[in-house]
């Protein structure tokens, strides 16, 4: 219910107040049934999460003195906010204020370090509800609010966001590849595509704010998935070591057919899910910069390297351990949660235009909003520029 209020609330109080009470089942489903290290990963998820979240408090109660001055009334209704031409240096530390809560919620390079050990530790359904719906808070925000409330602020740290962005992609791509836990190579991954995410977001174009939607909405349906396949096989050999599985395929081939295309569409293969939102999100920022966007894409080849050696290891090859030679495949319940998300993966990723037109027309809104309110001559340029050929079709 906290998480649901986060997205659907437009008072900027209100809203606040959702973003801090969604710690509290979190941090509980980590604390009380999580692994040996749960309390240690509990209070470092708290602790982060908190702290940045204060810092926005303060920049949320400055916007709504900088109302008040204009118009004489207190209000916290974004709709209102957006009505308000905030000042170019005012922007700058506001922009600061807000992008440290949503940078630590993503999270983003270097406030990550909470992730691996919150996925790590979590039961499955805590590692499902953090990569399908907690991260997407922090992206939800940049769009929400960093955006329209401040463009030329964005525009001002664009840059510097997308090689924090190019860093993240990069870096956690190499980081999964080192792992031998199973689940820790899928939580480096989100870092790694949540990288994508943001990237997108930043292209100040409807191709590329669009596809980070997407993405944000197809990231949260694979890694749910994935971290889902992780629970099942963890439920039945009490283990997440890629080291301790091998052959798989041949005694569970229902679970490898599943775990397969998951896989496919999380290292973006055309036709699944995972292509759409990552393709558009380059193709938005390439008009920003080519350079940044060819670094940025070398994760997606990372990252069909590391799941495919990981797909080799665990289901390939001969059944070495004799444990793994009597386990069960998917049965009638876990197929029922996880063939709806196949199907998902499948119809978003050959016919996504329905749920893509939806999410353009509130970004070339947002696009004319960010234009409107621009003070600096750059800015408009930019936005004028990087929107010269239109929207997505």
């Avoid at 009470?21 to 509980?28: A, Q």
């Avoid at 979240?53 to 001055?69: A, D, K, N, R, T």
């Avoid at 370090?113 to 808070?137: C, D, E, F, N, R």
């Avoid at 899910?273 to 070398?298: D, H, K, P």
Wanted: with cysteine.
């Amino acid at each position: 219910m906290t998480m649901v209020g986060v997205f659907l609330i437009l008072d900027v109080i209100w809203f606040y107040a959702f973003w801090e009470l969604s710690l509290v089942p979190m941090l509980y489903i980590i604390g009380a049934w999580g692994g040996e290290k749960r309390m240690y990963a509990a209070v470092k998820f708290f602790l982060y999460t908190f702290a940045g979240s204060v810092l926005m408090l303060v920049g949320i109660l400055y916007m709504g003195f900088l109302y008040y001055e204009a118009t004489g009334i207190w209000s916290f209704a974004l709709p209102d906010w957006y009505l308000l031409q905030v000042p170019f240096r005012a922007q700058l530390w506001l922009f600061g204020a807000f992008f440290l809560g949503f940078a630590i919620k993503v999270p983003m390079f270097p406030f990550h370090t909470w992730l691996p050990y919150a996925h790590g530790q979590a039961p499955t359904i805590g590692s499902v509800i953090l990569a399908a719906v907690l991260l997407k808070m922090g992206s939800y925000g940049f769009v929400r609010f960093s955006l329209p409330l401040f463009p030329d602020a964005t525009v001002y740290f664009l840059i510097p966001v997308a090689i924090i962005c190019i860093i993240m992609v990069i870096y956690a791509a190499m980081i999964a590849y080192a792992q031998e836990d199973m689940k820790q190579v899928i939580a480096y991954s989100s870092i790694s595509h949540m990288g994508i995410v943001i990237l997108g977001t930043f292209a100040m174009n409807a191709e590329g704010i669009t596809g980070s939607i997407f993405l944000m909405l197809s990231h949260g349906i694979v890694s749910g998935a994935l971290f889902m396949l992780v629970g099942v096989i963890y439920d039945r050999r009490h283990t997440k070591m890629i080291r301790d599985f091998g052959g798989l395929a041949q005694v569970m081939p229902n679970f490898a057919t599943v775990y397969g295309i998951m896989l496919m569409a999380s290292v973006g293969l055309p036709l699944t899910v995972g292509f759409v939102g990552e393709f558009l999100s380059l193709v938005g920022f390439y008009r920003i910069s080519w350079i940044l966007t060819l670094l940025a894409g070398t994760g997606i080849i990372l990252g069909a390297v590391y799941m495919l050696v990981l797909y080799k290891k665990s289901f390939f090859g001969q059944v070495v351990h004799e444990e793994n030679r009597s386990l069960k495949d998917l049965n009638a319940k876990e197929l029922s949660a996880l063939i709806p998300l196949v199907l998902l993966v499948a119809i978003l990723g050959i016919y996504p235009k329905p749920l893509l037109s939806t999410i353009d027309m509130s970004v070339q809104k947002m696009l004319v909003l960010m234009d409107q309110k621009a003070i600096e001559p750059a800015t408009k340029e930019l936005i004028m520029k990087a929107n010269s050929i239109g929207g997505t079709h």
